[in-house]
């Protein structure tokens, strides 16, 4: 493990017990009274260039904005928390009605909006926080997008380094180092796994060479995430999608591996939404039967447009639900629905709006994973504390999660340098998984341990105090 990262983690324990002996009703995290107040708020931003054009839903981005975002509290305990923006995950008609610089600024500028509403208040927890902000947000959000059909993903997405900075703030001024530790005692249970692996699933765009999808095969992983929906009508859009699976099968059928019961890789799809019918999807199937790839597939991400509510537990395979899931509630209608798992995105939502989509997938028994936003490095251990921290998916015997911000990033291995816990072994990729040990979980990933470079982006280098939120 990063010597830094244990440095700061046992700073962190050190301070907080000092804390605690002059605080002791902080103690008890499961209790009512108001445990985190703001009483300043940083927040600043980079934009990180993709080496080209990366495509779902239709449409294309060439770079992503990384926000942090830093609070203090009453006792000098800060938290810094990131986020990466994509306005087209978010909402595609914002990312469509403006420059892509444009739908940036408007997302960035709502993240600030939230740092004003927390001026004066104080709360239980980050979920509490999240819940006292979230309809203010979303109501300017539609003001500054000028939609009042604004997709809550879009807020969520602005919310992330708020959410994620209020939960590292939480882990000190409480003194708990670990993720289950500073967790609600109602969510603690469903996120009670500790795998000691969590396979990769390696994405395959639009226009990725076979070569790289054959080489990724050749370097051991096990699960190839399949971008579906191109762009053009229905038709148009089907027949490529079946095209572009009878060549990626082509390079795959063949492929053996020893991670999986069956000996084959795997296959999941992501529509990200564009489909209008169940009738399409069918389509689809139909064809992966013909050509040999059914067998390989272990889920169907996200299929349908919004407005689609046909029932799909029909057809004999995995339906997962990803954008359509904003609350708890959404995820009990999928269930009805017959969605067979839930994708989850802390990295993307927040975790506090996923802490509760889990309890209503661990209730239900529904299976979970974890998909990336092309999150930054320390964003990927984010989301793999919460993948490895699920039940294991079925069929795999291990965690899932998504990463691709290796094969998208201009700027990658800089980037991993600004991680808390950079070069730990829990951080690479090793045959398409995780190997997870005891000090990825001593330390949580480095989730509660800041990054220098993003503390000092936060305060503008200690010289720019033009996005400084004074409360």
Known sequence: MDRRCFLKQGSLEVASMSLLQGYANLNNMDGTANQLTIVNATSNFEREKLRYPFGFKGGYLTELWQVATQLKGPNEHTGVGLATQSVLYGDAN???STSEAGGNALMYVLANKALDMLAGHSFENPVAALDHMLPEVHEEGKRLTGRPDLNINFVYNALVSVD????MLYAKEQGASGFRKILPSAYRKALSHRNDKVAVMYQVSYGMALSSIRRAA???YLVFKIKTGQPGTEEEMLQKDKERLSEIHEVLKNIKTGRTSTGKVYYTMDANGRYTRKSSLRGYLDHARKIGAFEHILLYEEPFTGENKENVSDLGVIIAADESIHTADDAKKKIKLGYGAFVLKPIAKTLSETLKIVQVAHEHRIPCFCADLTVNPILVDWNKH????LPPFPGLGMGMMETNGDMNYS???AMKGRHPCAGAGWTQVTD???????????VAGGMFTASPYYEQLADGDQQDTTNAKQI
């Open 386 to 389: 919460v993948a490895a921290s």
């Open 432 to 442: 398409g998984v995780f190997e997870l040990d005891e000090q990825f979980y001593a």
């Open 164 to 167: 994620n900075a209020l939960w």
């Open 411 to 413: 700027n990658w291995l």
């Open 94 to 96: 914002v990312f469509a």
């Open 218 to 220: 050749e370097e051991g």
